[in-house]
Structures are given as structure tokens and as C-alpha cells.
T-cell receptor
Framework: GAGVSQTPSNKVTEKGKYVELRCDPI?????LYWYRQSLGQGPEFLIY????????DSGLPNDRFFAVRPEGSVSTLKIQRTERGDSAVYLC??????????????FGQGTRLTVV | AQSVTQLDSQVPVFEEAPVELRCNYS??????LFWYVQYPNQGLQLLLK??????LVKGINGFEAEFNKSQTSFHLRKPSVHISDTAEYFC???????????FGTGTKLQVIP
């Protein structure tokens, strides 16, 4: 596609429920990132995929958070047993993945998650 | 580990006046540096980046930034701002050749007519 697409744009869920957030990266981009942006804060790194594998998941806050990218394109961020503190904008970005030359990541508009 | 400090959470400036948004970083290794802009209800957009070479980097929309290794700074400047520059600006850093980016807390630039 022309840009990084994230769905849904807004998600309201009840505390304790399970949610899935989807990211469709730019076609051909091998690197994909998830970030979380809380109110008044900068984006916070969650996980980075190179192809199908998670190259760095050190930013996932706990085991309620999990992300997959089974075919090396679309990625899903999964949050179990949601808590009110999970409320934030979840950002996805992709890049061509050439670590030496291309370090520009293109961001989607994010999914605003509200846990009530 | 890397960190980024943006000391100014909000910067009001009159239209056509110059502006400087400050960014300082800390890192024990060489880094790449970025400025991103986020317009209301839009995603993050790259303004400019420093990878190596000339320390003065020019970006889109008339913005430029200067990398100062001794002061570990990467301040963003524009000689004359427009109303359309009203947005939030994020400074970011990553270890050279690595993809994990650390962002600052952002500076909201408010251009006053």
C-alpha cells in the first residue's frame, strides 16, 4: 500500500478483555516496529520484527503483550487481560530494513486503545 | 542504553519569527539522530536525520538541525515559522546501524498569528 495502515483507528474495550491491533506495513518493507505512546509522552519501543521473526522484543512490558508477523507482512499486536494502564496510542512503523543505509521508519496513524 | 531529553514541553512563537527546539541525548556509542513531526490527528513524519558526515542537516519544510558531538545536542531550527508549523516535534536517537529508536517526550510548537 501507499503507507502504513493500522486498524482499527480507535478501540474501546472493557478491563480484562482481549484485544488485537493490526498493522499493514508498506509493501516490501521487511522491518516492522510497534511503539506505544501514552498521553504527554514520546513513543516507547515495544518490539521490532525483521521478516517473520521478532529481532528485539525487549520493550514488551509483560507477558500479557504478544505480537506476531507470520508471513513477514501484516503484524498483529495482541493484549490479554487488558488493564486501564494499557490505554494509549499504539503506533506501527515499517522500513526497508537495510540497517546500514536506510534508517527511516514510516509510521501509521496509530490505534487509540481505551480500556474502561 | 540511549536517552533523549527535550527540555521544552511547549514553545510559543510568533509567525515569521525564528525558532529553536532543543534536544540533548546520551549514549555510550555512536548514534543516528532524527527529528519527527506529528501534526494533529496524523502519524509521525520524518523531518530530517543525521547519520554521518556534515553536522548541519537540512530537512523538509525549511527546518535544519546541527549535530554537536561535544555537547551531545541536536537542536532543530527554522529561521521563519508559519502557522502550518504548529505541531509536536520529537527528537529521537538510535545506535548506529540498529533499528530500535528511543524518542524524547516531545515539544509542542505553537505558532501565534
Amino acid at each position: 500500500g501507499a503507507g502504513v495502515s493500522q486498524t482499527p483507528s480507535n478501540k474501546v474495550t472493557e478491563k480484562g478483555k482481549y484485544v488485537e491491533l493490526r498493522c499493514d506495513p508498506i509493501s516490501g518493507h521487511t522491518a516492522l516496529y510497534w511503539y506505544r505512546q501514552s498521553l504527554g509522552q514520546g513513543p516507547e519501543f515495544l518490539i521490532y520484527f525483521q521478516g517473520t521473526g521478532a529481532a528485539d522484543d525487549s520493550g514488551l512490558p509483560n507477558d500479557r503483550f504478544f505480537a506476531v508477523r507470520p508471513e513477514g507482512s501484516v503484524s498483529t499486536l495482541k493484549i490479554q487481560r487488558t488493564e486501564r494502564g494499557d490505554s494509549a496510542v499504539y503506533l506501527c512503523a515499517s522500513s526497508s530494513g537495510d540497517r546500514a543505509l536506510n534508517t527511516e521508519a514510516f509510521f501509521g496513524q496509530g490505534t487509540r486503545l481505551t480500556v474502561v | 542504553a540511549q536517552s533523549v531529553t527535550q527540555l521544552d514541553s511547549q514553545v510559543p512563537v510568533f509567525e515569521e519569527a525564528p525558532v529553536e527546539l532543543r534536544c540533548n541525548y546520551s549514549s555510550s556509542v555512536s548514534v543516528y539522530l532524527f527529528w519527527y513531526v506529528q501534526y494533529p490527528n496524523q502519524g509521525l513524519q520524518l523531518l530530517l536525520k543525521y547519520l554521518s558526515g556534515s553536522t548541519l542537516v537540512k530537512g523538509i519544510n525549511g527546518f535544519e538541525a546541527e549535530f554537536n558531538k561535544s555537547q551531545t545536542s541536536f537542536h532543530l531550527r527554522k529561521p521563519s515559522v508559519h502557522i502550518s508549523d504548529t505541531a509536536e516535534y520529537f527528537c529521537a536517537v538510535t545506535p548506529s546501524g540498529y533499528q530500535k529508536v528511543t524518542f524524547g517526550t516531545g515539544t509542542k510548537l505553537q505558532v501565534i498569528p
